[in-house]
């Protein structure tokens, strides 16, 4: 396992409400990310962080931020929930031996607004 | 437009035979390319990678082409087995900052007993 881990791993939800889902882990690597599965659309990177404090938008960010105050920490906020923002959330770590290339994969949150 | 394609959201294999997993993708500035394996419930899991200087890895009964003429990488898992059962997903790495992978929209193997 690389040490990742995500809450909550369920969560229903209001359209409106704020949310926020948490990655964590245990390894004190320096990238990290989060992503959005959805049916016929496989994983779509939502932001990334490469640091503390240093952030930036993947193919998917409207309607998320992020924030990173601690290396082993990473948030994913929902401002405002909206149905279409349905979906599983996963969160993955850059791998720090070899190339550098190979990511590693939270279990996810299953995230539901209703 | 997708960047990564898998063109067969489903495959059924028999035990013991091989499966064929086929990916292509457009943008030539990929430099790495991933297979995950994904089971219900849970994150996807690394496989097998290559990188664009290479055409074959290999790692067991897992073996990644890629055909950079053709864009086009495959995955051969010979003899297939039923805990192959999976969804599995392509992904390509750009080399500009960040290292962010691309992924295709998936794959779901079926490996009969």
């Known amino acids: 396992d690389a040490g990742i881990t995500q809450s909550p791993r369920h969560k229903v939800t209001e359209t409106g409400t704020p949310v926020t889902l948490r990655c964590h882990q245990t390894e004190n690597h320096r990238y990290m990310y989060w992503y959005r599965q959805d049916p016929g659309h496989g994983l779509r990177l939502i932001h990334y962080s490469y640091g503390v404090k240093d952030t930036d938008k993947g193919e998917v960010s409207d309607g998320y931020s992020v924030s990173r105050s601690k290396t082993e920490d990473f948030l994913l906020t929902l401002e405002s929930a909206t149905s279409s923002q349905t979906s599983v959330y996963f969160c993955?770590?850059?791998?720090?031996?070899?190339?550098?290339?190979?990511?590693?994969f939270g279990p996810g949150t299953r995230l539901t607004v209703l | 437009d997708q960047q990564v394609k898998q063109n067969s959201p489903s495959l059924s294999v028999q035990e013991g035979r091989i499966s064929i997993l086929n990916c292509d993708y457009t943008?030539?500035?990929?430099?790495?390319f991933l297979w995950y394996k994904k089971y219900p419930a849970e994150g996807p899991t690394f496989l097998i990678s290559i990188s664009s200087i290479k055409d074959k890895n290999e790692d067991g009964r897992f073996t990644v082409f890629l055909n950079k003429s053709a864009k086009h990488l495959s995955l051969h898992i010979v003899p297939s087995q039923p805990g192959d059962s999976a969804v599995y997903f392509c992904a390509a790495k750009g080399m500009g900052a960040g290292n962010m992978l691309t992924f295709g929209g998936g794959t779901r193997l079926m490996v009969k007993p």
């Open positions: 993955a770590i850059r791998g720090e031996t070899g190339g550098y290339n190979e990511q590693f």
């Open positions: 943008n030539s500035m990929f430099d790495y």
